[in-house]
């Protein structure tokens, strides 16, 4: 997804891309946070449920959510099958694969579905907050936070130019197909996809040296402060759903401890 893409998306109009940068970046990274430590299933199912409701009222193609939740979700069926067959003393199943014997555990089996849906809700609510917010907001809430600038810094960075790498990398395969670089030998087209790899790796290397020169030269250093993003306070609606954000966080931590 482009930045041009990826910054509209972040600025429609729906009532969840009204309501306050602020508000919305230390609800959805604290659900982050419930997410990955609630220990039943079902509640976190029950707020990756929360998710894609908020997703449903951005009023945008699910299709975007789908793609940012490919990659995850492979991961998360991968780390699934891993914890089945590695973790747990009752087994389940047995699977013969000629002289290799795979035994699955309940207790994988358990623990590999609630990892897999922590991170599907995590990435989720992930996603819901980029696309309603703009990562401006996202950054300066966090500074706001008390997190080293040093961090923010660079995390702007990353965000703004990582773009342009992979424009960069998707023109130079491109390039390499259209000189039938596609219909030679499988060897030949991954040492050629190596050799694109190893070509952006040291533009990028070489263009953030030149960025940074260049913000030296402007007087930047890591204790460099800038003018206050936010100018106008938080208003008392934005105020109010927050709070029930946090009651809701809170209702789905006091319900996993006393089940």
């Not at 910054?7 to 109009?13: C, L, R």
């Not at 919305?24 to 990756?48: D, N």
């Not at 300066?140 to 995390?155: Q, Y």
């Not at 670089?181 to 952006?200: E, H, M, P, T």
Request: with cysteine; proline share 3%; glycine share 6%.
């Amino acid at each position: 997804m482009e930045l041009a893409v990826l910054d509209k998306i972040a600025s429609a109009d729906s009532p969840l891309h009204r309501w306050d940068g602020r508000i919305k970046t230390v609800l959805f990274l604290s659900a982050i946070i419930v997410a990955t430590l609630l220990s039943h299933w079902y509640l976190v199912a029950a707020l990756w449920l929360v998710a894609l409701i908020s997703f449903h009222t951005l009023e945008q193609p699910w299709r975007h959510l789908l793609i940012r939740l490919t990659v995850p979700f492979g991961i998360a069926w991968l780390v699934f099958l891993s914890l089945i067959f590695t973790t747990g003393t009752h087994p389940l199943f047995v699977i013969f694969l000629g002289a290799l014997r795979l035994t699955g555990y309940h207790e994988g089996l358990a623990f590999g579905f609630l990892v897999l849906l922590r991170i599907m809700a995590a990435v989720t609510l992930g996603c819901v907050l980029s696309f309603s917010t703009p990562m401006i907001e996202i950054l300066e809430t966090l500074r706001l936070c008390k997190v080293p600038g040093i961090m923010i810094d660079l995390a702007a960075m990353m965000y703004r130019y990582v773009f342009i790498l992979t424009e960069t990398s998707h023109n130079m395969r491109r390039s390499q197909l259209s000189r039938m670089g596609g219909n030679s030998s499988w060897l030949r087209q991954a040492r050629d996809i190596g050799k694109v790899a190893g070509y952006v790796l040291t533009n990028s290397l070489d263009r953030s040296i030149r960025i940074y020169k260049a913000m030296l030269s402007r007087g930047y250093n890591e204790d460099s402060t800038g003018a206050n993003f936010f100018t106008e306070p938080i208003s008392a609606a934005d105020w109010q759903i927050g709070l029930f954000g946090v009651i809701l966080l809170a209702v789905f931590v006091v319900l996993n401890i006393i089940i």
